[in-house]
């Protein structure tokens, strides 16, 4: 067995009502639940109509599990790749990439996140990944 696992180490809860805010991106509200050398996690509420800034999660892979409303990830060059997600639904943002979620539904939207990384949580950018045109 690993040195840096302790077995006897017992499980821990957080309420919902404990959570702490988070690193924060404009149109969106973060919460942080637990956050730990090499994870994060918490939830996003999104308001509908809202659209969130450019930002990037650096080192982290970061997964979003869609609780309710909808969530779109605008990503890649020029921001041109765009998903759509709904209640039940899992999202992947890669780590560093530069990205902005929106709620185009008409309630708020609420996912839980995971990222599994190191280093600063969020970093917010001024725009989308640019590709030079020819």
């Not at 780590?95 to 995971?114: F, W």
């Amino acid at each position: 067995m690993s040195d840096t696992h302790d077995p006897a180490q017992p499980c821990t809860r957080v309420g919902g009502d404990a959570l702490s805010p988070a690193d924060p991106t404009p149109g969106m509200t973060r919460q942080v639940a637990l956050h730990t050398e090499t994870m994060w996690s918490g939830t996003v509420d999104t308001e509908a109509g809202a659209v969130s800034g450019w930002h990037h999660h650096g080192d982290h892979d970061t997964t979003l599990y869609i609780v309710s409303g909808t969530m779109r990830l605008e990503s890649g060059p020029n921001g041109e790749h765009v998903v759509e997600a709904g209640p039940g639904d899992f999202l992947r943002v890669p780590a560093g990439a530069i990205h902005r979620e929106s709620n185009p539904g008409g309630a708020t939207s609420r996912a839980v996140i995971v990222r599994c990384g190191s280093g600063t949580p969020t970093v917010n950018v001024d725009g989308p990944a640019r590709v030079d045109e020819p």
